[in-house]
Structures are given as C-alpha cells and as structure tokens.
C-alpha cells in the first residue's frame, strides 16, 4: 500500500530536520535514538489507515478535520433521464449503493433493466455547507434486456445539494 511509504517518507524527513536541529544545537547523537522509528511508523500506518477507512466518519472529526459528507449507503430514488421515448423523459426507481473511504467512492446503479457503475467520480463543495457528486458511468443492461430499452453506453450524472 502507498500510504505505507507516504507515512514513512514523512516520518523520515521529521527524523532527519530532527536530528539536523539536535547536531546543531550541540547534543550527542546515538543510533539509540533511531530505535522507535520502526514502531512510530507502524502505529502512524495503522492509526492513518483506520482514520481513512472508518474513523474519518466519527462526528468528533467532522468541520475541523474533515469537511468530506458521508454519504455511503443504499438509497432509493427517482430517475429522471435526458433520453426520450415518445417526446418524454424517461423516469423510473433505481437504488444506488455507495461504498465510501475518506479518498475513494464506487458508485453503482441498479435499475429493473440495468446496472450503472461509475468510472470516475468527484464529490466537492458547492456552497457553504452543500456538496455535489459528479460521476462519469457505464451503463450495462441486464442479459434479458440487450437492445430492449439501451445498449451498453457510457454517460455522467450530477447529484446536488448534498448535505
């Protein structure tokens, strides 16, 4: 995992300012001082994963730390589409399931004649306590729907005001 190598990286360049203000401040240096890097960047790493997998969601972070919605779950909605039959918009119930990590988002559609999954997403701010979701997404008929209602195809979707 890169975060891994990102922590210690960091970890490394505070040892080594460290140790530069030590030598120049006049103390004596000794490997014994290295000895906790080892743990410091195991308990940075775990500390760092869990805070980005689940912890980041705990509302004691939330405004000061993290600005980023939770927004994982299942949801049911309304879908009202920019494709046309007979002069109308086509509308129906889908579900979307997001799963959500503090840097990653998948998100699928399901509909009763098809599957969305997104390829590329951005969840940001769009006023003072708002957010919207854009996702870039291909859409995958069900096997017993091919050519029926839409072929395979590619498409983006905005979701607004997300509080």
């Known amino acids: 995992m890169q975060l891994k190598s990102q922590i210690s990286a960091v970890i490394a360049l505070a040892a080594l300012i460290w140790g530069i203000y030590l030598y120049f401040s006049g103390q004596d240096l000794s490997w014994k001082m290295v000895a906790p890097f080892g743990v410091t960047v195991s308990g940075v790493t775990l500390i760092s994963i869990a805070f980005i997998k689940h912890l980041w969601r705990w509302n004691i972070f939330r405004r000061w730390l993290v600005e980023r919605p939770d927004i994982a779950g299942t949801w049911k ?87």
Do not use: C, M, W
């Open 77 to 163: 909605g309304r879908l009202k589409s920019s494709y046309t039959e007979g002069g109308q918009p086509v509308e129906k119930t889908v579900f979307v399931v997001i799963r959500q990590t503090l840097t990653s988002l998948s998100f699928r559609l399901y509909s009763e004649k098809a599957r969305s999954f997104s390829l590329a997403d951005s969840l940001s701010k769009d006023e003072p306590d708002l957010f919207k979701l854009a996702v870039a997404y291909q859409n995958v008929p069900n096997v017993e729907y091919p050519g029926v209602d839409s072929e395979i195809h590619y498409g983006a979707a905005l979701f607004t005001h997300i509080d």
